[in-house]
């Protein structure tokens, strides 16, 4: 059983920066990759970005690489999403996802959602 949090949304003008927080809690294993779905009103969720919890590696979508970073702290047992020169386009319901998942990109492969989190990027 695992629970995500997610934190950090709000409204932000073009060009200016949010960090979203994913706080987790249960069991979290070594295998799982945690990853950042969005979903804009009256459009499909897409995939925006995710890591491995072991190992580290990440993915971005292309709509999002050298503007967003995804990270992990262990400790804290917490994912983040630095996101940079937001745009309008990025408007959003953010979500944090968990699963033990083989193709990082595709939200139906995970097992764990968090409540989303807002995030609005006015012109």
Not at 60 to 76: E, L, Q
Not at 80 to 92: C, G, S
């Amino acid at each position: 059983q695992v629970q995500l949090v997610e934190s950090g949304g709000g409204l932000v003008q073009a060009g200016g920066s949010l960090r979203l927080s994913c706080a987790a809690s249960g069991r979290i294993f070594s295998r799982y990759a945690m990853g950042w779905f969005r979903q804009a009103p009256g459009k499909e969720r897409e995939f925006v970005a995710a890591i491995r919890w072991s190992g580290g590696s990440t993915y971005y979508a292309d709509s999002v690489k050298g503007r967003f970073a995804i990270s992990r702290d262990s400790a804290k047992i917490t994912v983040y999403l630095q996101m940079n020169n937001l745009k309008p386009e990025d408007t959003a319901v953010y979500y944090c996802a968990a699963g033990s998942v083989t193709t990082t990109t595709i939200g139906g492969a995970y097992d764990y959602w968090g409540q989303g989190t807002q995030v609005t990027v006015s012109s």
